[in-house]
């Protein structure tokens, strides 16, 4: 869900989350292979193995990183055998590229709601302080449910880079927008600040999330830190 205020109107943008990165991932996969190293399920009991899998893993980084998860733990948390997962999944990286994947598809969904927000609420004025909430808000509506995911992501330079390739786009989309509505000669030095911002944005809304980061032990609240990062960009941007 995305707040963005610009005229006095508050917008929500909503992205349905209510369907697990498992669940989109067996609707996906009953049509083709999507990862490689993947055998996707052809037969409904091979399906509901397939996505028990995937929603144990879920259920697992709720608590602790990828790397310490075994394939043991999510056989008892799904309760199929060790073979059961080895004949769906070439390795225990497999269903993390799965999910990686479908990650994936979740921030290009938030891209199109933020473009479509976007059009909705700005009008022909671009509002920097609105498409900066936006942004940020996107951002962290899709980091928020996956820390740990992402986190454990981030161990894994291929699959990293591929998140980051779709990963950015609300960032990206807010961006387009805005440096289209400056005159040619502006756009090369707001291009650059853009950059910068979108390569700060992420890491930082990361932190957000993290019980145990600087932002949480100084008190203060998501919100609060949200908001901080909205007027860092704003005005970082408009200096």
């Given amino acids: 869900m995305v707040h963005a205020t610009a005229g006095g109107i508050c917008q929500t943008i909503c992205v349905s989350t209510t369907s697990s990165l498992a669940q989109r991932s067996f609707d996906r996969h009953t049509q083709s292979a999507f990862v490689e190293g ?31 998860i075994t394939v043991q733990e999510i056989c008892a948390q799904a309760n199929v055998a060790v073979a059961s997962v080895y004949s769906r999944f070439e390795s225990k990286n497999a269903i993390l590229a799965t999910l990686c994947d479908e990650l994936c598809h979740t921030a290009m969904a938030q891209a199109e709601a933020a473009t479509s927000a976007a059009a ?26 996956h820390r740990r995911l992402v986190e454990s992501l981030m161990a894994h330079p291929a699959l990293w880079e591929r998140y980051q390739a779709v990963s950015e786009p609300p960032l990206r989309v807010a961006s387009a927008m805005l440096l289209g509505s400056l005159p040619d000669e502006e756009r090369a030095e707001a291009a650059r600040r853009l950059n910068v911002i979108i390569g700060i944005i992420g890491p930082l809304c990361l932190r957000a999330f993290d019980p145990e980061s600087y932002f949480q032990r100084c008190g203060m609240t998501e919100a609060e830190i949200l908001e901080e990062f909205v007027q860092l960009t704003v005005r970082y941007f408009d200096r």
């Fill in 120 to 145: 909705d609420f700005l009008g022909p004025e671009l509002d920097l302080e609105a498409i900066a909430r936006l942004a940020v808000h996107s951002y962290a509506d899709l980091l928020r449910p």
């Fill in 38 to 68: 993947v055998n996707p399920p052809k037969q409904a009991r091979s399906a509901a193995t397939f996505r028990r899998i995937l929603e144990a893993t879920e259920r697992l980084l709720e608590t602790k990183s990828f790397e310490e």
